[in-house]
């Protein structure tokens, strides 16, 4: 493991993010753009507008990421964030904020998991139904034992919607939707060039601006974790790394 990498996952450990630069070559986030560039967008997971755009299951939509991502360098990071065991893939989305949007994300806690089904379990719930996907919010340790992946497709600053996120906020648990301001005083801001990735774990809280530039922001998110949920509930997109 190498020693930017090792203590990136320090880093990660003690503030809830981490961003690392040249995870990818500029060739790979060529060749990553034009296999999205590529996809049929006629599915409902993707999502087009003038200031989003999003596909969800990323590799259900698009199988010929899988290679393209999990690359020597990709599974030596994994390697280093989860020393252990090899954990498996649990969500991949890909998002565009492209030039001038004004999507504007506020602050929060990714909090739901995308699962299976709907089940009766002690320690898990509210559940939601999405257009008949099922999402939950399951114990601290299960949210606890995600790590989330932002590899940078383009160079990203404040002005293209670089990530804000507030330290040490993912030791708090879930935050009460009342109490997430309160805790923003101490945010920065994630400058991270093409090619970089933000590490965070899910309880960071975290918010996003409207872009003022004329520059893209596209970036894919992929989640991972080496928890089980209980028999019979899996994750919706759980896939092998
Ligand atoms: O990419 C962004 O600006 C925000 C996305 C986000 O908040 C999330 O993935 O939970």
Redesign the pocket.
């Given at each position: 493991m190498s020693h930017v990498m090792r203590q990136a996952v320090q880093e990660l450990q003690e503030n809830g993010f981490a961003t690392l630069t040249s995870i990818f070559s500029i060739s790979e986030i060529a060749a990553i753009l034009s296999t999205v560039e590529a996809a049929d967008t006629t599915s409902v997971n993707f999502r087009r507008s003038q200031d989003v755009f999003a596909i969800r299951n990323l590799l259900g939509e698009i199988p010929a990421l899988r290679e393209q991502l999990l690359t020597p360098t990709m599974r030596q990071l994994l390697a280093a964030l989860f020393p252990d065991a090899t954990p498996h893939l649990t969500k991949a989305?890909y998002?565009d904020?492209p030039a001038g949007s004004n999507w504007l994300?506020a602050w929060?806690q990714?909090v739901m998991i995308a699962v299976n089904r709907r089940l009766n379990l002690p320690g898990y719930g509210p559940w939601t139904t999405k257009q008949g996907e099922v999402a939950v919010l399951p114990p601290r340790q299960i949210l606890e034992s995600i790590i989330t992946v932002?590899l940078h497709l383009d160079d990203c600053d404040a002005s293209n919607?670089a990530?804000k996120v507030v330290p040490g906020s993912h030791r708090h648990g879930v935050i009460a939707n009342n109490d997430l301001l309160a805790h923003t005083s101490r945010r920065v801001t994630c400058p991270v060039l093409a090619g970089g990735a933000m590490l965070m774990q899910p309880l960071t809280l975290?918010?996003?601006n409207r872009s003022t530039s004329a520059r893209p922001r596209r970036?894919i998110?992929l989640e991972f974790s080496t928890a089980e949920l209980p028999v019979e509930l899996e994750w919706r997109e759980r896939a092998k790394v």
């Amino acid at each position: 493991m190498s020693h930017v990498m090792r203590q990136a996952v320090q880093e990660l450990q003690e503030n809830g993010f981490a961003t690392l630069t040249s995870i990818f070559s500029i060739s790979e986030i060529a060749a990553i753009l034009s296999t999205v560039e590529a996809a049929d967008t006629t599915s409902v997971n993707f999502r087009r507008s003038q200031d989003v755009f999003a596909i969800r299951n990323l590799l259900g939509e698009i199988p010929a990421l899988r290679e393209q991502l999990l690359t020597p360098t990709m599974r030596q990071l994994l390697a280093a964030l989860f020393p252990d065991a090899t954990p498996h893939l649990t969500k991949a989305i890909y998002f565009d904020k492209p030039a001038g949007s004004n999507w504007l994300v506020a602050w929060h806690q990714d909090v739901m998991i995308a699962v299976n089904r709907r089940l009766n379990l002690p320690g898990y719930g509210p559940w939601t139904t999405k257009q008949g996907e099922v999402a939950v919010l399951p114990p601290r340790q299960i949210l606890e034992s995600i790590i989330t992946v932002r590899l940078h497709l383009d160079d990203c600053d404040a002005s293209n919607g670089a990530l804000k996120v507030v330290p040490g906020s993912h030791r708090h648990g879930v935050i009460a939707n009342n109490d997430l301001l309160a805790h923003t005083s101490r945010r920065v801001t994630c400058p991270v060039l093409a090619g970089g990735a933000m590490l965070m774990q899910p309880l960071t809280l975290h918010a996003s601006n409207r872009s003022t530039s004329a520059r893209p922001r596209r970036v894919i998110h992929l989640e991972f974790s080496t928890a089980e949920l209980p028999v019979e509930l899996e994750w919706r997109e759980r896939a092998k790394v």
